[in-house]
């Protein structure tokens, strides 16, 4: 479990629980390159009102492209996937209500704190179950947003979905 800093200046837990949840349960569509989402950008991803998460191929490839270690180019897709839950968690939710609130879009669409905090989440994540975050994703990372809890459950949960094996603290 971590504590988020959300920009209202309260706290939201993520738990290994709820990173599990989300894992064994979002969706993916890839869309075709200059597709339009749902919430009416280009870039990045989207989430429509059945919870299907959307990627056009362009996304994928360009944040290919950006991955820390040329020879293990999968990094960037394990980046995409947590960033997306990470907009997902109830810290997630209440920075975007927030935001949608108080804060301004920027050129491409997106609130900056929404961005931000979904990098941090994703990389605390992956740090967690091993992966290798990217060194300098779109927005990069606050390392204010997080605050690590010293007493994580130190038996790891296995869950294995298509595609992988995420192991994860409760
Ligand atoms: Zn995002």
């Given at each position: 479990m971590f504590k988020v800093k959300i920009s209202d200046g309260t706290y939201k837990n993520v738990t290994g629980a709820e990173v599990k949840s989300f894992w064994a349960s979002m969706k993916f569509q890839i869309d075709k390159p200059g597709t339009t989402y749902?919430?009416?950008?280009?870039?990045g991803a989207s989430t429509d009102a059945n919870g299907v998460t959307h990627f056009s191929t362009d996304t994928l490839t360009g944040y290919q492209a950006r991955s820390p270690d040329s020879s293990e180019k999968d990094k960037s897709f394990d980046y995409l996937i947590s960033h997306e839950l990470a907009h997902n968690t109830e810290a997630g939710r209440a920075e975007n209500e927030w935001q949608t609130k108080n804060g301004t879009k920027d050129a491409d669409g997106y609130y900056l704190g929404n961005e931000v905090l979904a990098n941090s989440v994703a990389k605390t994540i992956e740090d967690d179950v091993g992966l290798k975050p990217l060194s300098s994703p779109t927005y990069g990372y606050?390392?204010?947003v997080v605050t690590l809890s010293a007493s994580v459950n130190p038996s790891p949960i296995e869950t294995t979905k298509?595609?992988?094996?995420?192991n994860l603290y409760a």
């Amino acid at each position: 479990m971590f504590k988020v800093k959300i920009s209202d200046g309260t706290y939201k837990n993520v738990t290994g629980a709820e990173v599990k949840s989300f894992w064994a349960s979002m969706k993916f569509q890839i869309d075709k390159p200059g597709t339009t989402y749902p919430s009416g950008t280009k870039n990045g991803a989207s989430t429509d009102a059945n919870g299907v998460t959307h990627f056009s191929t362009d996304t994928l490839t360009g944040y290919q492209a950006r991955s820390p270690d040329s020879s293990e180019k999968d990094k960037s897709f394990d980046y995409l996937i947590s960033h997306e839950l990470a907009h997902n968690t109830e810290a997630g939710r209440a920075e975007n209500e927030w935001q949608t609130k108080n804060g301004t879009k920027d050129a491409d669409g997106y609130y900056l704190g929404n961005e931000v905090l979904a990098n941090s989440v994703a990389k605390t994540i992956e740090d967690d179950v091993g992966l290798k975050p990217l060194s300098s994703p779109t927005y990069g990372y606050d390392g204010n947003v997080v605050t690590l809890s010293a007493s994580v459950n130190p038996s790891p949960i296995e869950t294995t979905k298509a595609g992988g094996t995420l192991n994860l603290y409760a």
